[in-house]
């Protein structure tokens, strides 16, 4: 993306520089009664690269040399390491998201790998409370009780008939939630709308 910005007769442009979808919803504010209802902030910048491959041995070997992380071993799971995260799509394909000066990128040298950088085709906001996993279940078919739904759980799924990933963090009561750019707006409504019973406020992170 690049856009320009006019400063007297001069015009600059700036390449690069992505401007969230929910630039104007998700503001923070400073909430009436800290630590209560649900707690919403925004992820953003974030680094997302898809990955796809064969995800067999010599392919996953590959991927650890190159990245430093281990490609979750089951379905519907997710990896955690020093550099960031992988997600698990589907039988051979991953996400791999990070913070935007990581090492990770489209460039990256892996056997069979086929990289793609979507960075500016998702949005991430998390969900924290011990009331958020009730929240997002009126809108997602999805048994996201904690028994059926543990830390470290990603799966693509939809939420008020908008597509996503919901991914439970270790952290408790912490769920991060992918959405199509285009959605973004529609999903923010929705979360606010479903948590207001609850009370909300929107923090930055």
């Avoid at 996503?164 to 999903?187: T, W």
Wanted: proline fraction near 5%.
């Amino acid at each position: 993306m690049c856009f320009t910005i006019r400063k007297g007769n001069v015009s600059v442009a700036v390449e690069n520089q992505r401007i969230s979808a929910l630039a104007e919803l998700a503001v923070p504010a400073i909430p009436a009664v800290p630590g209560r209802g649900i707690v919403l902030w925004q992820r953003h910048p974030l680094a997302m690269l898809n990955l796809r491959g064969p995800g067999d041995r010599a392919f996953r070997d590959g991927v650890r040399q190159v990245c430093g992380c281990e490609l979750p071993s089951s379905p519907n799971s997710s990896n955690v390491c020093e550099e960031g995260e992988i997600l698990t799509l589907g039988p051979n394909e991953w996400l791999l998201v990070a913070d935007p000066d990581t090492r990770w990128s489209e460039n990256m040298k892996i056997a069979c790998a086929t990289l793609t950088d979507v960075s500016h085709a998702r949005v991430v906001v998390h969900v924290e409370g011990e009331k958020a996993r009730e929240m997002l279940a009126k809108g997602c078919p999805v048994d996201l009780h904690a028994q059926r739904f543990p830390g470290g759980t990603c799966i693509q799924t939809s939420i008020a008939k908008i597509g996503v990933i919901i991914h439970k963090l270790h952290n408790e009561n912490d769920i991060a939630i992918y959405a199509a750019r285009s959605y973004a707006g529609s999903l923010w409504h929705w979360l606010t709308a479903s948590a207001a019973e609850y009370g909300y406020h929107v923090v930055a992170r």
